[in-house]
Antibody, heavy 122, light 107 residues
């Protein structure tokens, strides 16, 4: 059974750096074809993809966030991380991590975490 | 970036009806298209990948079709548990992009 769970600070102030952790089980990010990504959703709004990290440490970022993003992983502890610098009130959202897999066929977002709400407020 | 234009934004249909949701990509995405269902207060769940492949465990009343730039999600015999917002996503090119969503309600 695959599970993912996000954790984060809940509330932070403008200009601070957001650090999110995705703790997962049921798969390993050192296994060929595995990927963990981050997606966010503002209240009542749509989904915005942020970043992906693959088993081979390939990383992809959404350029709309202009170099504010850093994604990383700790395969020993089954965790993936996302840092977002210079947070703004516009970054207030629910942040999800999700697994994708590739075995010749790409399975995007086949498992998602429950999401963590992050509020940016002074 | 590939723009995904989803329609309609909202939809109201009766139980047992068939509904269709459309997604138009700004360029050819070669069937690299997924559909997700998001129930209120829950995370998105993958329904369809590769435009027409049903994810394990998803009821067969859901189906996807399309190619090139035009794709659709069809729900046959609408059930009360299908009340949700549906999103399309292209994964042909980074950055991955989503449609704006279709909110489905029961009439």
């Amino acid at each position: 059974q695959v599970t993912l769970k996000e954790s984060g600070p809940g509330i932070l102030q403008p200009s601070q750096t957001l650090s999110l952790t995705c703790s997962f089980s049921g798969f390993s990010l050192s296994t060929y074809g595995m990927c963990v990504g981050w997606i966010r959703q503002s209240s009542g709004k749509g989904l915005e993809w942020l970043a992906n990290i693959w088993w081979n440490d390939d990383k992809y970022y959404n350029p709309s966030l202009k170099n504010r993003l850093t994604i990383s992983k700790d395969t020993s502890n089954n965790q993936a991380f996302l840092k977002i610098t210079n947070m703004d009130t516009a970054d207030t959202a629910t942040y999800y991590c999700a697994r994708s897999t590739y075995d010749g066929t790409y399975y995007p977002g086949d498992w998602w975490g429950q999401g963590v709400m992050v509020t940016v407020s002074s | 970036d590939i723009r995904m234009t989803q329609s309609p934004a909202s939809l109201s249909a009766s139980l047992g009806e068939t509904v269709n949701i459309e997604c138009l990509a700004s360029e050819d995405i070669y069937s690299d298209l997924a559909w997700y269902q998001q129930k209120p207060g829950k995370s998105p769940q993958l329904l369809i990948y590769n435009a027409n492949s049903l994810q394990n465990g998803v009821p067969s009343r859901f189906s996807g079709s399309g190619s090139g730039t035009q794709y659709s999600l069809k729900i046959n015999s609408l059930q009360s548990e299908d009340v949700a917002t549906y999103f399309c996503q292209q994964y042909n090119n980074y950055p991955l992009t989503f449609g704006s969503g279709t909110k489905l309600e029961i009439k």
